[in-house]
């Protein structure tokens, strides 16, 4: 007589291993922009961080926890560490960062049919990142206070190419992805 079989499901927690490379690729698509083309590309003092764009881009696509989005925020000022920059700032600000990201990417913001999340949740989040590296800058490197206005514009441009960047790239890698 046969026996009868029964079929037990797991619970699966953190990330499955496509999204790990998901996020792993683009973190390193970041990095190498961001050292490249990040250097040759300057609007007036801004330009724009790959690094950032790759981590708000990950967490829309794979939509991880809030304890799995300060990882890659912490990952992100790892790889900010080999590049040309302050070091160690970076650890704080792309984990606020990245937990900046987590936080906008459950408010909707759709403009007609258009998902414009992608965009204001970037922004946000690079606002927030590039706004703490700019304080820990002062805090820790002793800068005057009085220079913090001047990098307020380039925060913000900042800001805008990133969000644009990520909005442009996020339905087209959205679709290829289901």
Known sequence: ????????????????IRDLILVAVLLAAGA?????????????GMKPNFIIASYCLAILLVRPKLLECAIIGILAGAI???LPGTPWLNFISELLGAVAMYFMIKVPFKFSKMDLN???????????????????????MHMETSGLVAYVPIVLGTAAIGAVLVQLLYIPLKKVLK
Do not use: D, H
Request: aromatic residues 16%; glycine residues 8%; proline residues 2%.
């Open 80 to 82: 900010c560490q080999f």
């Open 1 to 16: 007589m046969a026996e009868k079989r029964t079929i037990q499901a797991t619970a699966t927690t953190g990330f499955s």
């Open 32 to 44: 190498v922009l961001k050292l490249f083309v990040g250097s040759v590309i300057n609007f007036f």
């Open 118 to 140: 992608p965009a204001l949740a970037t922004f946000v989040s690079t606002v927030i990142s590039g706004g703490s590296f700019v304080v820990c800058l002062f805090l820790f």
